[in-house]
């Protein structure tokens, strides 16, 4: 029979067992956070028409859209989870109470160019609330919390949330008559990072065209920086030139004002007036999550207030607030930054059962026991020589293995023999239950992300 | 702006929030019950290149497969779960240990008909255990136990897993010199629970052109029934003439071998000689799994033993055994049959913290020191009158409400209102998380699936 060559399309995703098992205790720690903060899950198709994936209409994403046919429907893969939830806000408004917590983790479709570290399947983990009418400040106020307690609870200890708010940007904007070229100014400023303060200042006279002391201006209030305090004591001395300033200056005192309570320690939160956030999309507070260690990656989790959710399908006013992670561009950064740890268990069983009599009845009992109990139990019937059934132990690393032999059998026993430290010792099936549990129990306490020292 | 209606295609399930936390709260139960029989989490890509996903060629679901073109590359989305599984294995045959134990719970994409409870989107909850050139007969007897945990600890109780063998009904057809039309007469016997026994007998005779006396041979042995021991015995009379049954044989006897061991109760099983399964694929054991009082909906899991995973991609032998779980049809079922429980918590959240003063700061901290305790905690900040804020917990039955005025303020204390059955009482915040914490978890105890008395 001609064979197939099997392979995986470029731009798509597949792990290995052990590195999969990684990938599923990160969605684990999503699902539980965003629940713990009061989020629903979602689950919205994969498929939707093509009519109304691109109801908000085009740009670079539509180009990039799985488009096809099916009979004579006009198709596509959704790009993002946040055309769906509009769109299931707006189909589903009347058996929906509000603000309404969603939170959605599912692949998306992007044919990207192929390229080291793109991908063309990829996980976004989003959470948003969404308000009927209006939505309070304080919404915006919970998501540094939401992301705070996200990312220590990967194990990232050394990650900085960068908040500003568009209000304040346009409002300055606007003060110095700049808000025709605010656009083109903020694409600029976005370079800081990579280019440094001085080429900012040039690119902003030689090529935005602005008058030196105007561009000044901009570099002199885009420095302000220091502790929350600081910066919007600084702030303040522009207030009363520009009501949508005021106003953004006020919602940022009121992001800024319960972190304490919120237990997101300063560290781990800076204004940054330097961020804006690419799209139009954003009206309010901008939330950026940067790795200090990596800041060359980017932002890790990014969002912001909106407040037209839903416009292209509906009359209904739905502001909202969200952030999303690249969940699948973020695993194979820590994996390639060599950041995700061994320590937790990602074998495909906590124990394997090894019986080394010809009936297997015994073996099936103890194994039935660990399951019981919750451990993660193969049972190896393989006719195979004892080496070979170490050997197949040692390759998945399997922590425990659980050996029946005549002995045992006769005493009622098992033998737990810790891979890890090759300790051996019988004990009854329910006491080997509990060793076991207990140790893997404080192994998966480990972060799954340790950053190096 | 002219608008779009938002609306989801049909044949593709959109669960509402309470629905939605009952379907990840049955995937849940698949994931922990896969997991503590050792099988590893895998997830393959939705879009596969159409040549490797097609390779093994036709029939029916080449019809329904959603193919389309990106760029020159010509892809489709995966129909079931099966053939990922054979392409991964043969891809990554060097870096896997045998035999390989995964299970997967992906959404897979058939463009069926559309009919009141067909998907063309749907999620099914595979698990398969792959050898690398043999696998013992004992890794088919594991499987009843799998399919037993997992209906249990859905909720089920009266249910029965089928057992047969094909090398049973192979050899039996061939000791009577039936082979050649075994495909017709096991298709024709497939009608048993449909039509009853005496129109299969004349079907044998009239369609399948069988002589009275062979159909009558068919329909003796179709009726063999009994207890495990019962049926044995009376199969053990055609031991000795043909090869294939004997061996047939003796794998049933190792299959039900050791049910008990396993935690298997006999009244959940049944060696049963009618059911064949389908596809031409399976070669060993076979199974079904059927809702005793349902037995209308036909198998609910199914699966078998299979000798060639992945032969159109590699010459590696490659045999295994699995079964699977159609999950969205399922959950659709259940709903329908109104067999879902509602005791299980299904709203976003297990408190809603609501603020009656205008400083937040102390809502803020009651709701951070919920969520440190796991407590699944909604802060109320939109500014509206108590009565809306009540009915918004109400609404989506958040079991508790935790309130905090001028006087709980001043004294450090929450009141925690039980929405179920009024009681209020001041706690302090941490006495607060550990009695909501408890109570969620009690009901949480409670089965998904509730059967009807």
Redesign the interface.
């Known amino acids: 029979?001609a064979?197939?060559?099997?392979?995986?399309?470029s731009g798509?995703?597949?792990?290995?067992?052990a590195d999969?098992?990684k990938?599923?205790r990160m969605m684990a720690v999503l699902r539980d956070t965003y629940?713990?903060?009061?989020?629903?899950?979602?689950?919205?198709?994969?498929?939707?028409?093509a009519?109304?994936l691109l109801?908000k209409g085009g740009g670079e994403t539509e180009k990039q859209i799985?488009r096809?046919?099916?009979?004579d429907?006009d198709?596509a893969l959704r790009f993002d989870l946040t055309v769906p939830l509009?769109?299931?806000v707006?189909?589903?408004y009347g058996?929906?109470?509000f603000?309404f917590?969603?939170y959605q983790i599912g692949?998306v479709?992007r044919?990207e160019r192929a390229q080291r570290g793109r991908f063309?399947?990829f996980y976004q983990a989003d959470i948003d609330v969404i308000?009927d009418g209006?939505?309070?400040i304080?919404?915006e106020a919970?998501i540094p919390?939401i992301i705070y307690?996200t990312f220590r609870t990967f194990g990232f200890q050394r990650f900085k949330i960068h908040v500003n708010n568009r209000k304040i940007l346009n409002g300055f904007y606007s003060m110095n008559g700049m808000s025709e070229k605010a656009g083109e100014i903020m694409r600029t400023v976005d370079k800081l990072d990579k280019i440094g303060a001085e080429k900012v200042r040039l690119l902003l006279i030689d090529e935005v065209k602005m008058l030196p002391c105007k561009a000044e201006n901009v570099m002199d209030f885009m420095a302000i920086s220091g502790t929350n305090a600081e910066v919007i004591t600084a702030l303040s001395r522009y207030r009363g030139m520009d009501p949508t300033f005021d106003e953004g200056l006020d919602e940022l005192i009121a992001v800024t004002a319960?972190l304490k309570?919120?237990?997101v320690p300063e560290e781990n939160f800076a204004i940054d007036l330097t961020i804006a956030r690419g799209l139009d999309y954003y009206t309010g507070t901008v939330y950026e999550t940067i790795m200090t260690d990596h800041p060359e990656i980017g932002s890790v989790c990014s969002g912001g207030r909106y407040d037209d959710l839903?416009?292209?399908?509906?009359?209904k006013k739905l502001p909202g607030v969200g952030i999303s992670i690249g969940l699948t561009r973020l695993f194979y950064v820590l994996q390639e930054q060599n950041l995700l740890s061994d320590e937790v268990v990602s074998?495909?069983?906590d124990a394997?059962v090894i019986p080394m009599t010809e009936d297997?009845?015994a073996a099936?009992?103890a194994a039935?026991v660990l399951?019981?109990a919750?451990?993660?139990?193969?049972?190896y019937?393989?006719?195979k020589k004892f080496k070979a059934k170490m050997t197949?132990a040692d390759?998945?690393k399997i922590p425990f293995v659980v050996l029946l032999g005549e002995d045992e059998i006769q005493e009622n026993l098992v033998s737990v023999k810790n891979m890890l430290t090759g300790e051996q010792q019988k004990l009854s099936a329910e006491e080997a239950a509990s060793l076991i549990k207990a140790a893997i129990d404080a192994r998966n306490h480990a972060s799954l992300v340790r950053e190096l020292p």
Chains 1, 2 share one sequence.
């Open positions: 029979m064979k197939v060559t099997p392979r995986t399309l798509f995703m597949e792990l290995l067992p999969q098992m990938m599923e629940s713990v903060y009061g989020f629903t899950p979602l689950d919205t198709p994969v498929i939707e028409s009519e109304v109801a799985y096809f046919t099916k009979g429907s198709l509009a769109k299931y707006a189909a589903h058996e929906l109470a603000p917590r969603r692949k479709y044919g063309r399947e308000g209006s939505l309070d304080m919404n919970e919390a307690n319960h309570e919120f237990g839903a416009g292209y399908y509906t009359d074998s495909p069983a394997l297997l009845g099936v009992s039935t399951r019981s919750g451990v993660r139990t193969q049972l019937v393989e006719k197949y390759r998945q």
